[in-house]
């Protein structure tokens, strides 16, 4: 008999505030995924294991989603209840491994639906879909997700979607006054994913950019992405009110630690085409780390942007700037995933930073926080003059 402790996939994968341990809340496990990362880019993601649960058959959008799986030739297997069991191995890699690999179509959780605020990118996030199939070792994600990372899509769009017009002219960081008040109420759909990592399987993305179109108001969507399959968004009918950014960095960090994404030129091309097809678009640089040779590799980073942005008519891009950092939880789990990684995350050379609920982060020290500010907007300002600095962090 099968003994396996089931999965809640009504759960949300990650947890609003950050846990006091491991990932999972068990002591920390070397779990070393460093080998799951494929050597080269895919180009798109095909799960090796996708489950809808009942209740996600019934929404219209969840069979669209099935429908769309299957066509691109994988079974779809559908579960009894919310329960899912086969994710656990042999080993907790092995567990790990397959759950990274795994898609699950659900009904959002409630928690989900109750939108909370953002800033400084926007003011209230709303999620599509939860969990990430790449591979980035410094991955913000990891301090907060509750268990095993099985991927869940959302199958209520159309509810989630319409519940939105609730928070029409709400929110504390564009839509009162400012700077970016033009932008209306923004709305952040990537906080706990990567959508173009996933659009391909669900189109949700794609249905939210014209929900967006087609809602003649103060609005914006926003969300980011390391990957350039923008190709299915090009003829939607934006309207202007969906923001898409390309989350890039210089090529030491793309090559070294951001397994299983898009290649830097490959994402810069797609921030060209969605320009070109009249997107406002902008530029996520995330994380910033003071590499040595840092003014170097990021300067060859602006470089390329200019490029990609050179001759485009009208052009509005905005950039938001990231700097790296780390909570204790976060590191324990990155560590236990890649327990090999090159990655700086020495608390010895960091600042703490105390979050609202009491958590810390580590930051790099004040001087290295000035230094790397004054440098990004000086040259951001020289290099790309008509780009808006959204904030630094
Ligand atoms: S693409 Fe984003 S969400 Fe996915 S692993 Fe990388 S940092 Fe995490």
């Known amino acids: 008999m099968d003994h396996e402790p089931a999965l809640d996939l009504g759960e949300p994968l990650a947890r609003d505030q950050p846990l006091p341990h491991s990932a999972s809340g068990e002591v920390s496990l070397e779990r070393d995924l460093s080998d799951l990362a494929p050597r080269r880019p895919a180009r798109r993601w095909l799960p090796r294991r996708v489950v809808v649960t ?84 410094y991955c913000y994600l990891a301090g907060s997700l509750s268990g095993p990372p099985v991927t869940r899509v959302y199958a209520d769009l159309d509810a989630i979607l319409d519940g939105l017009a609730d928070y029409l002219g709400t929110g504390a960081v564009t839509s009162r006054s400012g700077a970016r008040a033009h932008e209306g109420t923004t709305f952040e759909a990537s906080c706990y994913t990567d959508p173009l990592a996933l659009d391909h399987l669900t189109g949700s993305w794609q249905r939210a950019v014209e929900h967006f179109g087609a809602w003649d108001a103060p609005v914006q969507l926003r969300w980011t992405t390391k990957f350039d399959d923008v190709a299915p968004f090009l003829g939607l009918d934006h ?72 001759h485009v008519p009208d052009l509005d891009l905005t950039a938001e700037l990231i700097t790296h950092r780390f909570t204790a939880s976060s590191r324990e789990v990155l560590l236990g995933w890649y327990p090999r990684t090159t990655l700086e995350m020495d608390e010895a050379r960091r600042a703490a930073k105390r979050g609202k609920f009491g958590n810390v982060k580590h930051v790099y020290p004040q001087e290295v926080m000035a230094e790397l500010r004054t440098w990004f907007e000086t040259r951001i300002g020289e290099r790309l003059p008509s780009c808006r600095v959204l904030y630094w962090t």
């Open 239 to 310: 309207a202007g009110r969906t923001r898409v950014r390309l989350s890039v960095n210089c090529l030491p960090v793309t090559r070294r630690w951001e397994g299983g994404t898009s290649p830097l030129e490959a994402r810069l091309a797609a921030l060209r085409r969605l320009a070109l097809a009249g997107y406002p678009v902008g530029l996520t640089i995330a994380p910033i780390m003071p590499l040595d040779g840092w003014t170097e590799h990021y300067g060859h980073l602006l470089d390329l942007v200019e490029e990609a942005v050179r």
């Open 54 to 137: 009942p209740a996600a058959l019934e929404e219209p959008h969840g069979a669209g989603v099935v429908e769309r799986v299957e066509s691109l030739g994988i079974e779809v297997e559908r579960l009894r209840s919310n329960r899912l069991t086969g994710v656990r191995g042999e080993t907790d890699r092995e567990t790990y491994a397959r759950a990274k690999s795994t898609m699950a179509i659900v009904v959002s959780p409630p928690s989900r639906r109750r939108l909370q605020p953002i800033a400084p990118s926007a003011d209230w996030r709303v999620d599509l879909a939860e969990g990430c199939p790449a591979h980035c070792q």
